[in-house]
T-cell receptor, first 109, second 112 residues
Framework: GQQVMQIPQYQHVQEGEDFTTYCNSS?????IQWYKQRPGGHPVFLIQ?????EVKKQKRLTFQFGEAKKNSSLHITATQTTDVGTYFC?????????FGAGTTVTVRA | EAQVTQNPRYLITVTGKKLTVTCSQN?????MSWYRQDPGLGLRQIYY???????DKGDVPEGYKVSRKEKRNFPLILESPSPNQTSLYFC???????????FGQGTRLTVV
């Protein structure tokens, strides 16, 4: 079954506001990846986190890996309409790459 | 251009009629995998392959077969499709399961 759980499943955001989506696991993860899928598109890699407590930024996106390497978060500031889509976290275990169920983001202009 | 190519993009078929979805990558990746995407369930791994002639089951392998005779190709075979296999399918490739995965455009399959 799926190794990682994502919350929330849906996120409705007012343009310009911030939001955070979370990825949680009951086991320690070796790494975590984040992907974005635009409506009608395919998943596209955003970033990979490997180290405990690691924080990486991509413009308005901030990714964090928990100290215990059991959780991760994606924080988006000043949401824009281009942020619409589904964000997935993914973790590797025994050669399998398991994805969370995703957080689908819609933006109110 | 680095890419993963899936065919067909759309397919409507009848229950029990064998079908194959092809997947090809041009990045010399060792690791390839197939996923199905269903609403609320995210991406679930069907099968994966670590290298030529090395394949293994993912989380939802029932009703599917794969083969990896060449490094670049990883076809997904449905010997006897059923309506519960109606889904959006993605092929992906990467150097290994721990690095960036590149996805194909997807195949929307409907089994009636």
């Amino acid at each position: 079954g799926q190794q990682v759980m994502q919350i929330p499943q849906y996120q409705h955001v007012q343009e310009g506001e911030d939001f955070t989506t979370y990825c949680n696991s009951s086991t320690t993860l070796s790494n975590i990846q984040w992907y974005k899928q635009r409506p009608g598109g395919h998943p596209v890699f955003l970033i990979q986190l490997v180290k405990s407590g690691e924080v990486k930024k991509q413009k308005r996106l901030t990714f964090q890996f928990g100290e215990a390497k059991k959780n991760s978060s994606l924080h988006i500031t000043a949401t824009q309409t281009t942020d619409v889509g589904t964000y997935f976290c993914a973790a590797s275990n025994d050669y399998k790459l398991s994805f969370g169920a995703g957080t689908t983001v819609t933006v109110r202009a | 251009e680095a890419q993963v190519t899936q065919n067909p993009r759309y397919l409507i078929t009848v229950t029990g009629k064998k079908l194959t979805v092809t997947c090809s990558q041009n990045m010399n990746h060792e690791y390839m995998s197939w996923y199905r995407q269903d609403p609320g369930l995210g991406l679930r791994q069907i099968y994966y392959s670590m290298n030529v002639e090395v394949t293994d089951k993912g989380d939802v392998p029932e009703g599917y077969k794969v083969s990896r005779k060449e490094k670049r190709n990883f076809p997904l075979i449905l010997e006897s499709p059923s309506p519960n296999q109606t889904s959006l399918y993605f092929c992906a490739s990467s150097f290994d399961p721990y690095t960036e995965a590149f996805f194909g455009q997807g195949t929307r399959l409907t089994v009636v």
